[in-house]
């Protein structure tokens, strides 16, 4: 007896693509007070106080840390504030952005 096989269906249900993800990174310098360092990260990536000093600490004595990580546009916007905040009492305060692997 002829079996009557159904014909396989096309996929049509998309796998759905994670946005790559980039690193915000926050590099230490020697002028910018650690309060300041701490309120920006508070105000900028809505750390608690106790989050912000902790990676503001990590950053003074590493030389550089991870903030946090975002799309792409988050990332540099964020960066951006950051540095921003910082050049506006003229201090050197930098934060780049990276893409994570
Ligand atoms: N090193 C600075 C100081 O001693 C404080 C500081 C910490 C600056 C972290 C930048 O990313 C930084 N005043």
New binding site residues.
């Given amino acids: 007896m002829a079996e009557i096989v159904a014909p396989a269906r096309p996929q049509t249900k998309k796998k759905t693509e994670r946005p790559p993800l980039w690193k915000v990174i926050?590099?230490?310098?020697?002028?910018?007070?650690?309060g300041?360092?701490t309120k920006v990260l508070m105000s900028v990536f809505r750390m608690t106080e106790g989050e912000a000093e902790t990676v503001?600490?990590a950053?003074?004595l590493k030389g550089?840390?991870v903030v946090a990580v975002y799309t792409r546009e988050v990332a540099e916007t964020k960066a951006k504030m950051g540095n921003d905040a910082g050049a506006r009492l003229g201090?050197p305060?930098?934060f780049t952005t990276e893409k994570d692997t």
């Fill in positions: 926050l590099l230490n310098d020697d002028f910018t007070p650690r300041f360092v503001m600490l950053a003074h550089a840390c201090y305060l930098t």
